[in-house]
């Protein structure tokens, strides 16, 4: 009784201080095993990942409110789940109306030798059919770290992934015959583009778009301008603005140190590597990525929303141009590690709880 009245005053004070902030918070789903990523169907029905592997269906129930359907949709590949490896992110192709596709990013092989591998099918409504594989990092890694696994499109149909250095051999992001620590670009069907910076290089994996990252696990195209977050090692996580082959110099520069505690790099920076536009230290742990331009906040309009495992929050970071501004820290009352944010077609903000029980959470402005 004493654990279920302190839950009950947990819940009702986090619900004042959204209100007292302008804003309530409603779950749509529960029951989820590490959430991971959300993508809005054309119809309103909502797809979302569990790093298990499964992927499961929002839909409206008889009461016309969204529900979480029982089943998840078969025809998932076999995905590998262990560690911070599973299913990542779900994306619809550009051309979903047409052809009914989605893109899925997740870890594949074994745990002593895997790859970040995408696959695209088609979707019916209750399962995912004509499944082909479209790309699969190389080489294979061992170790279960640093997917990375965030999708995203370019205005010219291209795909963006984030692939993590993999946490074994960090100088493999300042390597160019490596996926690893990289941002790579690809056509919708797994061909190159044919203007990729290092296409005429011999020596490189000819996907690479930008390297030396870490471990990027936000991505998002804002009027046609990518940016990408990544997790630091004990702070230096960082906000990048990505330019096509640009080296952001990991592990050579960082604001970070080691989980050890022991100096990874004496260097903040140098020439020829791109700084930060945010760097937060001590680390946040930002999870997704989302650039909100809806009706329903006219105060957030034009800012980055990014997604904070450790900080248990989400900040937002209001943009001019392609300056950042100053930082607002949002839902820290909900007392949840966020790991994916996503701006809803209707304007509201939607957040993936990372928990073996996690939640979908619809953030709406607070009733006058």
């Known amino acids: ?94 051309d979903h109306a047409v052809n009914g596709q989605v893109l899925l990013s997740f870890a594949h092989g074994s745990p002593e030798a895997n790859h970040l591998r995408v696959v695209r099918a088609r979707f019916d409504g ?10 699969t990092t190389q080489p294979a890694k061992a170790e279960t770290q640093h997917f990375g696994g965030r999708m995203a499109w370019l205005p010219d149909g291209s795909l963006l992934l984030g692939m993590g250095d993999g946490n074994l051999d960090r100088t493999d992001a300042q390597r160019l015959h490596t ?57 230096g996580d960082e906000l990048n603005l990505l330019q096509p082959g640009a080296n952001y110099g990991w592990p050579v520069t960082t604001g970070g140190i080691d989980y050890t505690y022991a100096r990874i790099t004496p260097y903040r920076s140098l020439p020829g590597m791109e700084p930060p536009l945010v760097e937060w230290t001590p680390s946040i742990a930002p999870a997704g990525l989302a650039w909100y331009d809806g009706a329903l906040f006219p105060a957030w309009r034009g800012s980055l ?20 501004g100053s930082q607002e820290v949002l839902f820290q009352e909900l007392g949840e590690r966020i790991r994916d944010v996503r701006a809803g077609p209707e304007g509201a903000i939607y957040l993936l709880t990372d928990s073996p029980n996690g939640r979908v959470l619809r953030v709406t402005p607070a009733s006058p």
């Open 126 to 135: 209750h399962q995912l059919l004509d499944v082909q594989p479209v790309f």
């Open 179 to 235: 996926h690893l620590g990289k941002i790579l670009r690809i056509k919708a069907d797994g061909s190159v583009p044919d203007d990729n910076p290092f296409l005429a290089r011999p020596d490189a994996r000819p996907e690479i778009y930008t390297f030396g990252h870490r471990n990027p696990q936000g991505l998002v195209v804002v009027n046609g301008v990518p940016f990408a977050h990544e997790h630091g090692a004990r702070g």
């Open 305 to 324: 929303f990014v997604a904070a495992l450790v900080e248990r929050s989400v900040r937002r970071v209001p943009l001019s141009g392609r300056s950042p």
């Open 1 to 94: 009784m004493k654990y279920a009245a302190a839950f009950f005053m947990g819940a009702l004070a986090a619900v004042m201080s959204a209100q007292a902030a302008g804003y309530r918070v409603e779950t749509v789903a529960s029951g989820l095993e590490h959430p991971w990523s959300l993508a809005f169907l054309p119809d309103g029905r909502m797809l979302v990942t569990e790093r298990p592997g499964r992927l499961r269906l929002i839909e409206p129930g008889p009461d016309g409110r969204p529900q979480l359907r029982n089943e998840p949709v078969a025809g998932v590949p076999a995905v590998l789940a262990r560690g911070q490896a599973g299913l990542f992110d779900v994306a619809l192709h550009p």
